[in-house]
């Protein structure tokens, strides 16, 4: 079993910034690409921003030059690192990691309980 276990969110002013933690622990034999991903109310889950295990990075267009993903794969810990927040960066804003538990066996998605970042006008 896999757990992703997130941590940093809260209430920030426009402008702040934050920086969200995503530490995964269990069965793990290697982790693909880690990512984060937001849900606000009433809207479906969007992509954020994922990092590869070799470093390669994708962001979604309307946190470019915001918010930057980096990973640390010896603690198997990914980070976001989120600058100029805006109110409409408000969500619940989820890790997911694609891991793979063992040799031969098929990488599987795996997805923390999430953390709220609300943004304040």
């Known amino acids: 079993q896999v757990q992703l276990v997130e941590s940093g969110g809260g209430l920030v002013q426009a402008g702040g910034s934050l920086r969200l933690s995503c530490a995964a622990s269990g069965s793990i034999f290697s982790i693909n690409a880690m990512g984060w991903y937001r849900q606000a109310p009433g809207e479906q889950r969007e992509l954020v921003a994922v990092?590869?295990?070799?470093?390669?990075?994708v962001y979604a267009d309307s946190v470019k030059g915001r918010f930057t993903i980096s990973r640390d794969n010896a603690k198997n810990t990914a980070y976001l690192q989120m600058n100029n927040l805006k109110p409409e960066d408000t969500a619940v804003y989820y890790c997911?990691?694609?891991?793979?538990?063992?040799?031969?066996?098929?990488?599987?998605?795996?997805w923390g309980q999430g953390t709220q970042v609300t943004v304040s006008s």
């Open positions: 997911n990691a694609r891991v793979r538990t063992w040799i031969g066996v098929t990488v599987k998605d795996y």
């Open positions: 990092i590869t295990s070799g470093g390669s990075t």
